[in-house]
């Protein structure tokens, strides 16, 4: 045992002691022509929440309530990337659909089942939102029809990193625009099921 170290004095706490608050600084509403780093939620200081392929439709939900947010990126391993799970997948058409197809219960249901598979993620270059403004962005997301649009950065060998991400509530939140999400089918399954 290292005797370099020492044990530093401590004390019981005294009667009244208060937990300091974090301070709300009343920050002017971020606009449409402020860069979009403004809005844009960057892996490097805050970290993405990831679940296993396997997890149930249960465990999901609570793994989202217990970390506060509303996406799960689906991993095999901590960084490869199978797909994105939603609050909207939870509680949206898609375990329904799930179903009428296959059979089984609700509780049967796993995020491999209902997740938006890799090969359908679209994303935005970390170069191009470099440049961007908070307008380009509210303009991608509405066309694209996306609660949330990844950022990557690829590197020298082609490979792709998922880096960040733009969420539609924290734009709305931060900036007071209402952003009106397209309609439009992402694939010809969502074609097909708008036509019928």
């Known amino acids: ?3 370099s170290y020492q044990s530093l004095p401590h004390a019981l706490l005294a009667p009244q002691t208060s937990i ?3 301070q709300t600084i009343e920050n002017a509403p971020v606009t449409r022509n402020d860069s979009a780093e403004l809005v844009y939620t960057d892996f490097t200081h805050v970290r993405p929440f990831t679940i296993s392929p396997t997890a149930t439709i249960n465990q ?11 996406l799960l990126f689906v991993t095999e391993t901590d960084t490869v990337l199978q797909g994105l799970v939603t609050y909207t997948d939870l509680f949206g058409e898609k375990p329904v659909r799930y179903i009428q197809e296959h059979g ?4 049967e249901i796993l995020a491999q089942d209902i997740m938006t598979p890799l090969a359908q993620l679209e994303a935005l270059s970390k170069v191009d939102v470099l440049k961007a403004r908070v307008g380009d962005i509210v303009k991608t997301i509405e066309t694209a029809g996306r609660q ?3 950022v990557c950065y690829t590197h020298e060998n082609g490979n792709q990193t998922v880096i960040g991400l733009f969420s539609s509530t924290h734009i709305e939140k931060l900036t007071g625009i209402k952003l009106e999400l397209s309609t439009r089918a992402h694939t010809f399954a969502d074609l097909e099921r708008a036509l019928t």
């Open 148 to 150: 949330h649009m990844l």
């Open 104 to 107: 089984g219960s609700r509780e």
């Open 1 to 3: 045992m290292n005797s």
């Open 20 to 22: 300091l608050q974090q």
């Open 60 to 70: 999901i939900n609570a793994r989202m309530m217990a970390c506060g947010v509303r």
